[in-house]
């Protein structure tokens, strides 16, 4: 059976990617610092390992502002892409807006729940984390914190 493939691109086009395989964890995203850097009052996270994703287009741009944690975004158009976390050092987030085909990604927690905006209403079943939906190497500290 062929792998799964799926692709993403930012808005105007030049960065774009290839993902093979099952994401290995899709999660609604409340927290603060997220919200900011993405511009929207929740993200959904589509978790993948780092071999699982090849840009086929265009290099992105990175960013950190928290030690240990690297976003990455589109130069030209802003378009938010990728989350990784050296406390999660196999790990590797796509924005749910970069993909091509976002209505194929179910999520299946919600993390930073405490940090929701309180008029955003959800009614699904979805377990409800505190914080982190993953485990951190705990050597590393919280960001939060750093
Ligand atoms: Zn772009």
Redesign the pocket.
């Known amino acids: 059976m062929a792998s799964r493939i799926e692709t993403g691109s930012?808005?105007?086009?030049?960065?774009a990617a290839e993902m093979r395989g099952e994401p290995f964890w899709i999660c609604y995203d409340h927290d603060d610092d997220c919200r900011r850097a993405i511009g929207s009052p929740l993200n959904v996270w589509i978790g993948y390992r780092p071999d699982q994703v090849r840009f086929t287009s265009g290099t992105p741009k990175s960013f950190s502002k928290t030690k240990g944690i690297l976003r990455t975004f589109?130069r030209?158009?802003g378009?938010s892409i990728s989350y990784r976390d050296e406390g999660l050092p196999d790990e590797l987030y796509l924005t749910i807006g970069f993909l091509a085909n976002p209505e194929r990604f179910q999520p299946q927690a919600h993390a930073y729940w405490r940090m929701k905006l309180p008029w955003v209403a959800l009614a699904d079943d979805l377990p409800r984390l505190e914080s982190y939906s993953r485990r951190r190497d705990p050597a590393l500290g919280n960001p939060a914190d750093r």
């Open positions: 930012c808005f105007c086009g030049a960065i589109c030209d158009c378009t």
